[in-house]
């Protein structure tokens, strides 16, 4: 056995100003607070988040290594000031620009639509979040062009050291692959919640129909104007974006807005993120609305809607007027006043911390490097001796094979002294510490850090 030698204390003061990733005590992903009325959910059986799930997920998300030339990540294009979109128009990638405007990525959880992208085109969370990667324009590992290709990606972060111990970590085995790479960063998608808007205020305490206490007069109006079907004299909204989630009924046509970034025509619209969140909590649009990112503010996205310019090749029925002879573009034929109120309901949406919450945000250093990331210990696999009079508690966790970690001690909680050790050629993690009757408390962890040799 071997014991325990507390090495010169290299202190961990040089982390103090790095960020750490905690899988001891993650983030809470798993257990947000929902409202009770929000009911749709689009997680699969399967792939439940989990805190650690989708603390991987998020490094996956902010890391540009998943790039072909390290230089774009997911939040190159989904960034968290902007609501998990893009201000630019279309979005640069390792190659050149995006062919539709970015999607915010806010509540993307909570919708009957298990399917993403504005057409529709992937059928789950889990399927979207590895094409942006071989995605030739977006992040390189295409295998076509002259790309590298999805497992030329995962054999790069199968050579790094710190996926290796985050894999580990979290599935309990150092293995990376394409599935293990969507499900991680779908758990951080779908983690994405925003439930603190003046919207959700009012609707703890009222049903959808009735006015809001905390509303003004302007945006009462503007909600049952959302609420309301053309034919009763409202704008018929909730009919495709359906309140409390404001997720896009399954069964949508486009909505008549159908440019092409790259010049042309695009019909095959017919997703739209949910309507929260269209605007900062200072009321400026993450960009302009739409996949062709046409309509600059909510004000001309109401006016579109108010005089749908022509009908287009799968416009919905819904925007189109009914009877015989019908099927001309919708003229809701709305005040100044009213598209006014539509515009102020709709900043409602809006929430607040999703926008600084740290757990969404880049778990990397300001230089690009992953901070320590402080690893479970196995309670279970803890077992106690004796040796020449001295009592020593063993400490075990699972690691990857000869990889060199950290054990750490500490008497407060706070100030931490780190010593180096290797892990077996198992991958086992053991530390035999010596207890000594009358010592004050210390406590214990096992770690890695990148930044510490
Ligand atoms: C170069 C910019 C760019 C990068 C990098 C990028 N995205 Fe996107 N993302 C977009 C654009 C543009 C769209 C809309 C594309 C479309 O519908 O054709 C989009 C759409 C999405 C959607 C669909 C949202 C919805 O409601 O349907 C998700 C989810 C998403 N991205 C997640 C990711 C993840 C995860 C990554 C990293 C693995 C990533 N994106 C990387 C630009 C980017
Ligand atoms: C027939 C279904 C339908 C109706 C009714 C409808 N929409 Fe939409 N909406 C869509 C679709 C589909 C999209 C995505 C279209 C695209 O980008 O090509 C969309 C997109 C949007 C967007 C842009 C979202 C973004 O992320 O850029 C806003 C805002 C919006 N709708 C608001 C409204 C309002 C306000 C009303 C009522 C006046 C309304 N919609 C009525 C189907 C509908």
């Not at 009957?112 to 992937?122: S, Y």
């Not at 293995?175 to 969507?182: A, C, D, L, V």
């Not at 900062?280 to 809607?305: E, I, K, R, W």
Request: glycine content about 10%; hydrophobic content about 30%; overall charge negative.
């Amino acid at each position: 056995m071997k014991a325990l030698i507390l090495l010169t204390a290299l202190t961990i003061s040089s982390f103090a100003q790095e960020k750490t990733l905690d899988l001891t005590r993650p983030e809470n992903y798993a257990n947000q607070p929902v409202p009770a009325y929000i009911t749709k959910d689009n997680t699969p059986a399967g792939n439940e988040i989990t805190d650690l799930g989708a603390t991987l997920g998020r490094v996956l998300f902010y890391d540009k290594r998943l790039s072909r030339n390290d230089t774009i990540s997911c939040s190159s294009c989904h960034h968290q000031q902007n609501g998990f979109s893009d201000t630019a128009t279309a979005s640069s990638g390792v190659a050149g620009t995006t062919g539709r405007h970015s999607m915010r990525l806010i509540n993307a959880r909570f919708s009957d639509e298990m399917k993403f992208f504005w057409d529709e085109r992937a059928a789950s969370a889990e399927v979207q979040a590895t094409q942006p990667i071989q995605d030739h324009v977006e992040m390189g590992f295409s295998g076509t062009d002259g790309d590298p290709d999805f497992s030329d990606l995962v054999t790069k972060l199968s050579a790094i050291e710190e996926y290796q111990v985050l894999f580990q970590g979290v599935f309990g085995e150092a293995t990376i692959n394409e599935e293990r790479i969507g499900k991680a960063i779908a758990q951080f998608v779908r983690s994405l919640q925003s439930f603190d808007s003046k919207y959700d205020a009012g609707r703890a305490i009222r049903n959808e129909g009735q006015p809001f206490p905390n509303f003004t007069a302007s945006e009462n109006t503007g909600k049952q104007l959302f609420l309301s079907p053309p034919n009763n004299g409202g704008a018929g909204c909730a009919g495709c974006h359906r309140p409390p989630e404001f997720d896009i009924d399954p069964n949508t046509g486009n909505n008549g807005v159908s440019g092409s970034l790259g010049g042309g025509t695009d019909f095959t619209n017919t997703r739209s993120p949910s309507l929260r969140d269209l605007v900062d909590p200072n009321g400026n649009p993450h960009g302009s609305f739409m996949h062709d990112a046409s309509l600059p503010t909510l004000l001309s996205v109401v006016n579109h809607y108010n005089a749908i310019p022509a009908v287009v090749t799968g416009l919905d029925n819904r925007l189109r007027q009914p009877g015989p002879g019908g099927g001309q573009p919708q003229r809701l034929n709305l005040s100044e006043q009213e598209k006014a109120d539509l515009v102020d309901f709709l900043e409602t949406l809006t929430g607040s911390s999703i926008y600084t919450d740290e757990k969404y945000s880049t778990p990397f250093n300001t230089d690009g490097s992953l901070g320590l990331v402080i690893l479970p210990t196995d309670n279970a696999q803890m077992s106690f001796s004796e040796q020449d009079g001295t009592q020593y508690v063993t400490l075990r966790s699972s690691g990857v094979p000869n990889v060199e970690y950290l054990f750490q001690t500490s008497p407060d909680l706070d100030q931490w002294s780190s010593t180096s050790f290797t892990a077996s050629a198992a991958g086992e993690l053991e530390i035999d510490v010596p207890l000594v009757e009358g010592e004050d408390q210390m406590f214990y962890r096992f770690a890695y850090g990148v930044t510490a040799d």
